[in-house]
């Protein structure tokens, strides 16, 4: 039997982590404060904050204003996040066939695209054009 490699939400970690240190310049100085976190699934909050209420659906999720919304008069917010969620990837991935960093390097680049601004329709045509 064919033993089939599971990576822990640290491992999970480092690869999103390293898909941030490959983009270039310009788009990771802008990035430097936004959090990046691997979790098993979506809270309900976040599901429903996209109008989802199956946990299976959601393997990103950008939380925070974009820059583009960004005012010298905000203070005392918490830094923008990212958001990966493991298992609904793994699941993506066994049924894809797509490989594990190929999605984690789509799921972090389409939420670090909302922190500029890039609405998923945005996203979606890019990546057409591409």
Known sequence: MTEVFVPSKEEMQRLAEQVLRTLPEQFRSELDRAVMRVVDFATPDQLASVDLDNKWHLSGLYEGH???????????????????????????????????EELVRHVVIHEAGHHFGFSDEDMHRLEDEA
């Open 66 to 100: 974009p820059i583009s919304e960004a005012s010298i008069w905000e203070s005392g917010q918490l830094p923008p996040r990212i958001w990966l969620f493991r298992q609904p990837l793994l699941a993506e991935m066994r049924e894809t066939g797509v490989g594990l």
